[in-house]
């Protein structure tokens, strides 16, 4: 979520509601993920939110070795709420 929306850290209260990882091979090095939304789910959230001030959205997650390799890929679901002003 950060990678995709750093203007919203500290102003949103994100919440995972579901996830799910496929493995595909064992890692023994560095790995890394990297994050992705769809133009299209990127623009509903984005006006559930600016409506409503919270909404849900679907973020695929790829890990990938030292060598460039998938060594798995996730779907996370989450719902963001803005946080109350104190």
Do not use: H, N
Not at 1 to 30: H, I, N, T
Not at 57 to 62: A, D
């Amino acid at each position: 979520m950060q990678q995709l929306f750093p203007a919203l850290e500290g102003c949103v209260v994100p919440l995972l509601r579901e996830g799910s990882m496929k493995y595909r091979k064992p890692v023994e090095d560095m790995v890394y993920a990297t994050a992705d939304v769809s133009d299209t789910v990127l623009e509903k959230f984005e006006t559930q939110f600016s409506k409503k001030g919270r909404g849900s959205i679907t973020v695929s997650v790829v890990l990938k070795d030292g060598s460039e390799d998938v060594c798995a890929t996730g779907t996370f679901v989450w719902f963001v709420q803005k946080r109350d002003e104190v």
